[in-house]
């Protein structure tokens, strides 16, 4: 028996000039190495997720992974890395590990729009089913005749309002092995009495249960939030929220704390963070670059823009609900900047309010004054909050004192004919300046890609989808029909239908991910589309959440929120983990209208939205908090100041005002408590990585030398750094489970290569999984007969060459440890 000498790759290369069939007996001691149960600190205990993993994983990651294993199972973590370092890969990990493991109760509970892309990435990274359970599923497994549609043999992946409201039938299913909870920071305030019902049910609901909660702002304004987070997991660690404030906040806002060695020591046992500087040397970032496309109005345009602000501007008028005015004037002032062919269809909702006032109707019908944007239920909730009101509701609404005060009939008329004098004027601008800017940009930044060898690619994005509908004639008219994806928020034109029937023909059978509703089966054949097919995606803001763009690098924003959050969410689809280029954001701006600029400059040079390596950092986003407050400041300046010198100071203050808001001291204080230093972290990851490559290679030896003295493949070579085997298995001599006999071909051994053509071999692959397997089930009393060859191995072993020509027994046991974790050895 040869013993290979020089490093773990030029074992490989030796092993491949001198192919050996490794003898049963080490065939059945490999077969038990490779799935030896590990202690929670042991990087091998992460073997089999990693050797399976379709993405390339890195150090940070790998390292909040074994966190999360190392904490009491009993408790959980918090997995709180910035923003773009691939959280979901981290609880990818553990989630892989432990459904190698057989733990397979697994419940992900995350925001609605980002289920679909949990199940994708469970699937196509690790190759973990996942099954969504919204409204759709929950009443096709019951039709069915499933008496709890949260029993599954695959992670179940619900929202937070309906793991909320199916509490019972998520308990009924016993103790789930582990909870995975995205965007947790929204459950930060369940300490409170008055906090969210939602957050204190889940609580309880997962009371006992090993949690993994993932968030990358843990502590954005007081040190409360992290105990709030942190009692979600357990109670015991902090005590009681008296106890807490007593012993570590300084103050009563919590900003700053006192006792930080202890709290720190506390919190290091159940929360782990990365920061990106700390990474870049692994993960390769992208740059945001700016690009502003000026453009000049026509008359027609300003008039119109000048006469519905003014209307906007007035404190009462009959058409707006006062009860809804906050929301609704700030909807209307999206949909003025949006296009003349957005406004016009707005006023003419508008004008058939006052015609059903004229009538002495009982109801208006508000939905049509909403119905032509996405995404506004998060303001209405959170105007609904701050006003002490209830969210808007799309249906009819009483007339009785609708509006504050009773109008004359002669006021009516006059308010209905100024509404009806600005409709003929919206509806005569069939030509818009801003949408001719559109064509002039989109010719220069698709030129600059050329020139730099990216792809063709753009996302532009509106407030509006009659906007999208004139953007989609405009662009067809204009060389880019047939290229180009709408996407919304219902997603059934005659486009999204083309774009599914292609799909259900060219998707790959493994991506079906099992049933599901068709509604998500659209949004994955539309990404689809527009990365195999189209050039331009073009939609409202139902495309800013919870899809993966990366393979584009322009982004457009053809009308600009005021909201830096909803701004994130749109270059973030593009500039994220896995993007090549550098991100272009375009931005258009009027410069005749100074709160435009002033908009623009705060948002561009403040928060810096559009430039830099990382895009707008966790403290200023952090700072404004859902982002609705701040968007409601900037509406109070477009509707209270009229003059640039009104409008300038208006400004100045708001930005002194956020300067304020910005506290240095929590960021102080979080850098303290959750950040470590550069040095020792970066020290860390790179013993890690080193370790990876070392284990994974080691790995791969020990995989291919067991599969090709398992089968005997035809051809063997090593390929791209990769073990390609061809094998050739005569009729039944191997068989895979739930198969009549493998499939002959290319098969290869190696980290995941997406430009070899051929099939991958790894700890999870069934045809592995069953040699395996088999060989463990060989009989432990069985005794093998072994010849060593010491002459040939080239090494002087002293210890050996007594036992020379003589022959005896060599015992191999394994050993099991029980305590914390289970440890095998052999």
């Not at 269809?345 to 006032?357: A, C, E, H, V």
């Not at 895009?615 to 859902?626: F, N, T």
Request: charged share 30%; net charge neutral.
């Amino acid at each position: 028996m040869k013993k290979s000498s020089g490093s773990t790759r030029q074992g490989l290369d030796d092993y491949c000039d001198n192919f050996k069939i490794l003898p049963l007996f080490h065939q059945i001691i490999t077969a038990h190495e490779l799935t030896l149960k590990r202690a929670a600190h042991d990087l091998k205990k992460l073997e089999s997720p990693l050797s399976a993993a379709m993405v390339d994983l890195n150090p940070h990651q790998v390292d909040a992974a074994l966190f999360a294993f190392k904490s009491p199972m009993s408790r959980g973590a918090i997995l709180c890395d910035e923003v773009g370092l691939g959280k979901t890969i981290e609880a990818g990990l553990v989630i892989s590990q432990l459904w190698a493991e057989g733990k397979r109760k697994i419940i992900a509970v995350v925001p609605a729009p980002i289920r679909q892309q949990w199940q994708n990435e469970l699937r196509e990274k690790f190759d973990v089913p996942g099954v969504i359970v919204d409204g759709f599923e929950y009443r096709a497994s019951k039709k069915n005749g499933k008496t709890n549609p949260f029993k599954r043999n695959a992670v179940v992946i619900v929202s937070i309002p309906f793991a909320y409201s199916k509490s019972a039938e998520i308990a009924a299913v016993g103790k789930w092995d582990l909870v995975v909870i995205d965007e947790a920071h929204r459950l930060r305030n369940v300490y409170k009495k008055s906090g969210s019902k939602q957050a204190r049910t889940l609580k309880k609901l997962f009371a006992g249960i090993p949690k993994l909660l993932l968030t990358a702002t843990p502590l954005q304004n007081s040190l409360m939030e992290l105990y709030g987070l942190v009692s979600f997991i357990e109670d015991k660690t902090f005590g009681s929220e008296y106890s807490f404030r007593k012993m570590f906040l300084a103050d009563n806002n919590g900003r700053e704390s006192v006792n930080e060695e202890t709290l720190k020591e506390r919190i290091s046992g159940i929360a782990v963070r990365t920061l990106r500087r700390q990474v870049q040397e692994y993960v390769r970032y992208t740059n945001r670059l700016s690009m502003v496309e000026d453009f000049t109005p026509t008359d027609d345009e300003a008039e119109l823009y000048e006469l519905v602000s003014e209307y906007l501007r007035r404190p009462d008028v009959a058409a707006i609900n006062s009860k809804y005015r906050h929301l609704l004037i700030l909807v209307f002032w999206k949909i003025l900047a949006s296009s003349s062919f957005a406004i016009a269809k707005t006023l003419n909702g508008l004008i058939n309010n006052i015609n059903k006032l004229l009538s002495d109707q009982k109801t208006i019908q508000i939905s049509e004054l909403l119905d032509d944007v996405d995404g506004y239920e998060e303001e209405s909730e959170e105007i609904a909050k701050r006003e002490d009101t209830e969210p808007v509701e799309t249906g009819d609404i009483d007339t009785e004192n609708a509006n504050g005060r009773f109008f004359t009939e002669e006021e009516l008329e006059a308010e209905k004919s100024e509404l009806i004098h600005m409709r003929n004027l919206a509806e005569s601008i069939q030509k818009t300046s801003k949408g001719d800017a559109l064509l002039i940009a989109l010719d220069k930044a698709f030129a600059h890609c050329r020139k730099m060898g990216w792809h063709e690619k753009a996302v532009i994005f509106t407030e509006s989808r009659r906007t999208q509908e004139y953007l989609f004639n405009l662009l067809s008219d204009n060389g880019y029909k047939e290229l180009i994806t709408v996407f919304n928020g219902s997603n059934n034109g005659v486009t999204a239908k083309r774009a599914y029937d292609r799909w259900v023909k060219e998707r790959p059978h493994h991506e079906t991910g099992g049933y599901i509703s068709r509604a998500v089966a659209i949004r994955d054949a539309l990404i689809h589309e527009f990365h195999r097919h189209t050039r331009i995606f073009l939609t409202t803001e139902a495309g800013a959440e919870g899809i993966n763009l990366q393979f584009c690098n322009l982004v457009i924003n053809f009308d600009l929120p005021w909201n830096p959050q909803r701004i994130e969410q749109r270059v973030g689809r593009c500039h994220r983990y896995g993007q090549k280029y550098d991100v272009i954001a375009l931005n258009f701006l009027n410069r005749k209208i100074a709160a435009d600029c002033r908009v623009y400059e705060l948002l561009d040079q403040k928060f810096r939205l559009f430039s830099g390596l990382f895009g707008a950092s966790d403290e200023i986003l952090g700072s404004i908090g859902s982002g609705v407050d701040f968007e409601k400041r900037i509406l109070d300046i477009y509707q209270s100041c009229r003059t640039d010198d009104e409008i300038n100071k208006a400004f100045d203050k708001l930005q002194a005002e956020l300067a304020e808001q910005i506290n240095k001291k929590i960021i102080e204080t979080r850098s303290k408590l959750l950040e470590n230093f550069d040095d020792e972290v970066r020290a860390r990851f790179k013993v890690i990585d080193n370790k990876i490559k070392q284990d994974l290679s080691a790995l791969d030896i020990m995989l291919a030398k067991l599969i090709i003295s398992s089968l005997c493949p035809t051809e063997y070579k090593l390929s791209n750094a990769c073990y390609l085997l061809k094998i050739d298995p005569a009729p039944g001599s191997f068989s895979i489970s739930g198969k009549e006999s493998m499939s002959r071909g290319y098969y290869y051994v190696g980290r995941h290569n997406k430009d070899i053509d051929a099939e991958r071999l790894h700890l999870r692959h069934p045809m592995v999984k069953d040699i395996i397997n088999n060989l463990k089930t060989e009989s432990s009393e069985r005794i093998h007969s072994i010849t060593l060859c010491y002459t040939k191995g080239g090494h002087k072993v002293s210890q050996i060459e007594p036992y020379l020509g003589k022959s005896g027994f060599w015992a191999v046991y394994k050993l099991t440890f029980e305590g914390i974790d289970t440890e095998d050895h052999i």
